[in-house]
């Protein structure tokens, strides 16, 4: 692979601007040969010194301007982890040395290391300040381990870039002049010593080591260690999820088939429709999540980075896909059951139905470390903080599994007809079709996935100082699905008292409320979620200035969303000239809902992520314990110490005798 593909794909994506403009570099050299006058062409050898002259000026400027840029975020960033080093270290001790926190023995001997910092036993006996947990340090340790490899990535790949780049130079220009300038400017950088960085990086892995993991040096190091960047996908995944899609498009076949040729009977059929879409939506929903991860992936949108996940254990799209398959396996496995029980001697076919809920709800809760425990966990805690979401911070992982929920409503809504058909009506009955008429539960069923955003939107509002008014109008789009649900269902309830819908009021409050919540909610997703509309002329019309996506893709969401937003419209009109039943034009609708989501999940990650592009935000915020007056003194000499004005050079010494890193990238 060329270095101009590498270095496009290893470097970190919110820091790409602070990068050299390798690419850019690489061409200005190209334009300055193909322009170079010739002795063929009669130039004369005055002409063609004096071009040369004006290009290597030219060129090096540029290049002394791209190094400058480098090289000063680079000391910003390296000030800044050593601040953050020293304020962890002085919170690790200070944790260590309190009463009632249990570190192991060894590694309070191991506190004999920072003599410097023994004084804060005595300091922090005294305090009232909160100290960190073991657990909050060990979450801290990693994310900082991760800046820092990070950073050591940015140092390799800017070095060997301007290496390449003058070594190019000289190669196309026939000349020196490239590797002198390397020589006096890039190998002085403070960007290419790595000293610095890999003393930081020893350093944490020393503390973790001692006070976090017990002095066991390779269980620190399967906690900190960062997987290499770009690595592929391993082939083995790729075969399992390849094997389990090409399972359940032959069992998907097959019991299409077996659906057509042999139907359930005809009382049992809104029932099957009933017990089987629920499930069906989470094997579509984890179809688009394998997509969605695959294409943000491939758009250097930094999922991992805006869901706050673990970069050791984040899953790949392979994974998602073995998920939806192995799902819609046994989906169609349950369905075959359904359609044949008789063949196979069950004489009640709601068995089936039964079995595949419990056997997915046991896959999804099962506390084993198998089968991508850490993700099954985060999915867990996640749908907690939403349903609790007045009591807690939200951040921007609670509100997207939020928004996942409100196109899910239909998905809901079926759980709940599963949950009541199993508890009072199997067995009970020879008729169940009464059993799916809505009751009072249903319509408060499809107001909850609203409810949890608009209690989060207040939460936001709170938080904020009450101070951004956005949250609010946030939550004013969340509360028009209360009036549409309310309206739907005393609608419904009244129809049989007039002689068509029309003549109902409650018909025409609902298309108001309906007309009113899509023309909120379709302009929150364009101007606020997408961050459009902010161009009216130019190249980038009716966008942003900014775009990761193809110019087009853009223009498609506008109209989509806007089209599979107003489908109530066209389920209106075929309900009424009774065109489709009401449970397979629902099913239509809720597949096109969860399909304008899964669009919807690629824009607004992407606005996101050039949030954190414009912040440079790389990794997961790190929240720290705030010092005491002594504290912030002594971290004041830590960083003089770290800065080389420490007289003993004992920590300068101690950094020579380790080995040097051997992180490879590319």
Request: glycine share 4%.
């Amino acid at each position: 692979m060329k270095f101009g593909k590498t270095f496009e794909t290893h470097l970190t994506i919110e820091w790409r601007q602070q990068y050299m403009r390798y690419t850019d570099l690489k061409t200005m050299i190209r334009r300055g040969v193909d322009g170079a006058p010739t002795a063929e062409g009669g130039a004369t050898d005055a002409e063609i010194n004096a071009y040369q002259i004006a290009f290597e000026e030219q060129f090096f400027t540029e290049c002394m301007h791209e190094l400058t840029r480098v090289n000063n975020f680079f000391l910003e960033k390296l000030a800044e982890a050593r601040r953050k080093h020293a304020t962890l270290k002085l919170q690790l001790l200070a944790t260590a040395r309190a009463p009632g926190h249990t570190f192991s023995s060894y590694s309070l001997q191991s506190s004999q290391r920072l003599p410097s910092m023994v004084s804060l036993r005595d300091n922090n006996s005294g305090s009232n300040r909160k100290l960190m947990t073991q657990r909050q340090l060990r979450n801290a340790y990693s994310e900082f381990y991760l800046t820092l490899v990070l950073l050591q990535n940015f140092q390799s790949l800017n070095e060997t870039g301007f290496r390449k780049i003058c070594k190019k130079y000289d190669k196309y220009l026939r000349s020196t002049s490239g590797n002198d300038w390397l020589e006096q400017n890039v190998n002085p950088a403070a960007f290419t010593d790595q000293r610095p960085l890999e003393k930081l990086i020893i350093d944490v892995e020393d503390l973790y080591t001692y006070y976090l993991a017990g002095g066991d040096r390779s269980r620190a190091m399967t906690k900190l260690r960062v997987p290499p960047l770009g690595q592929p996908t391993p082939p083995r995944m790729v075969f399992r999820a390849g094997l389990a899609l090409g399972m359940f498009i032959m069992l998907a076949c097959t019991t299409l088939f077996s659906y057509i040729r042999r139907p359930p009977e005809e009382k049992n059929i809104e029932p099957f429709i009933r017990l089987y879409r629920g499930p069906f939506t989470w094997v579509i929903f984890n179809f688009f999540m394998a997509a969605n991860v695959a294409g943000w992936q491939r758009a250097g949108v930094n999922h991992v980075l805006i869901f706050e996940i673990d970069p050791r254990s984040h899953l790949q799209p392979a994974t998602f896909l073995e998920i939806a398959c192995t799902f819609g396996l046994l989906w169609t496995l349950s369905i075959l059951g359904f359609l044949f029980h008789d063949l196979i001697n069950v004489q009640d076919p709601f068995v089936f139905p039964l079995a595949l809920t419990l056997i997915m709800i046991t896959l999804l809760i099962n506390p084993l470390p198998i089968m991508n425990w850490p993700a099954r966990w985060w999915t867990m805690r996640l749908v907690g903080r939403v349903v609790t979401a007045p009591l807690h911070y939200v951040g921007f992982a609670d509100f997207w599994m939020g928004d996942q929920m409100n196109s899910l409503v239909t998905c809901m809504a079926d759980h709940y007809y599963i949950v009541r058909f199993y508890a009072n009506c199997w067995l009970r009955y020879a008729s169940v079709l009464f059993c799916f008429e809505e009751d009072m539960f249903v319509p408060i069923s499809r107001c909850l996935p609203a409810w949890f955003r608009f209690a989060q939107c207040l939460r936001r509002f709170r938080d904020s100082g009450s101070k951004s008014a956005s949250y609010l109008l946030n939550a004013g789009k969340y509360s028009t699905t209360f009036f549409v649900v309310f309206f739907s269902t005393m609608r419904g309830r009244t129809d049989d008292g007039y002689a068509n819908t029309f003549s109902n009021p409650y018909t025409w409050f609902f298309i108001l409320s309906y007309i009113i919540s899509t023309i909120y909610c379709y302009a929150w997703d364009v101007i606020k979620d997408f961050g459009i509309f902010k161009i009216w002329r130019g190249e980038h019309l009716f966008l942003r200035e900014k775009l990761v996506y193809p110019q087009a893709f853009y223009y498609f969401v506008i109209v989509e969303n806007l089209v599979l937003r107003c489908f109530w419209a066209v389920e209106l009109v075929v309900l009424y000239h009774k065109l489709i039943t009401p449970y397979n034009i629902k099913t239509c609708a809720s597949i096109l809902e969860i399909t304008r989501r899964f669009i919807w999940n690629y824009i607004r990650l992407e606005n996101e992520h050039l949030y954190n592009c414009g912040k440079f935000r790389a990794t997961r915020d790190i929240h720290l314990a705030s010092l005491n007056a002594q504290q912030e003194r002594m971290l004041e000499n830590m960083m003089g110490e770290a800065d080389g004005t420490d007289p003993s050079g004992s920590s300068t010494r101690h950094a020579d005798e380790r080995r040097r890193l051997a992180k490879e990238y590319f």
